[in-house]
């Protein structure tokens, strides 16, 4: 995975930072990867960035033109029965935040 | 590494996102260390959260109570240095994202 592609700002982020349970996380693999290609489906989807340290945090950043699109994609189907799984399975923790992005930049080793 | 432990909305985030150059990253793992220290003791900030992928992206998102906090921890002057090692040594690339935080929720499994 790289960097989004994203427009000039602005424009919206979904920052997701989640603790994983110790134990069993059946389909969660399989499942992000779904939602991951399900969001890039919705509309005002831009792109998304994520990673995971070994054993600790996940953050995945998702990038929306508007506040619109990030609630129709909240309400998405089958992306609330995934919330769902997330809350009672596989997540010990989770914090989300919207926020309207004001400034990029970006840099590339020549 | 936990969750950072924001105020509610509104505050600043800074989306850090970076692809390492492969071969000699020597002092980054120290610098980044120190860096974190460093933020942490400057005026507005509010907290850190940083995940990286093995071999592949590293997400750092920084929350500060206003921009002068973020402007001002920019131009401090070891933070300066870092920034250039960061741009001749370490970063294959990297995007940064400055982003107004409307809104949060968390969620923790009981």
Redo the contacts between chains.
């Keep these: 995975?790289?960097?989004?592609p994203?427009p000039g700002?602005p424009y919206y982020?979904v920052?997701f930072?989640s603790?994983q349970?110790t134990g069993d996380l059946t389909d969660y693999a399989a499942t992000a990867a779904r939602m991951l290609e399900l969001a890039a489906e919705q509309p005002g989807f831009l792109g998304v960035?994520?990673?995971?340290?070994?054993g600790?945090?996940?953050?995945t950043?998702s990038y929306w033109r508007d506040k619109e699109s990030i609630l129709r994609w909240r309400q998405h189907a089958e992306h609330l029965l995934a919330q769902e799984r997330g809350?009672t399975e596989w997540?010990?923790?989770?914090?989300?935040?919207?926020?309207?992005?004001?400034?990029?930049?970006?840099?590339?080793?020549s």
């Design positions: 995975m790289s960097f989004a994203t700002a982020a920052i930072s603790l349970r960035e994520s990673a995971r340290s070994e600790g945090l996940g953050i950043v809350r997540y010990a923790g989770f914090r989300l935040r919207i926020a309207l992005v004001e400034q990029e930049r970006a840099f590339s080793a």
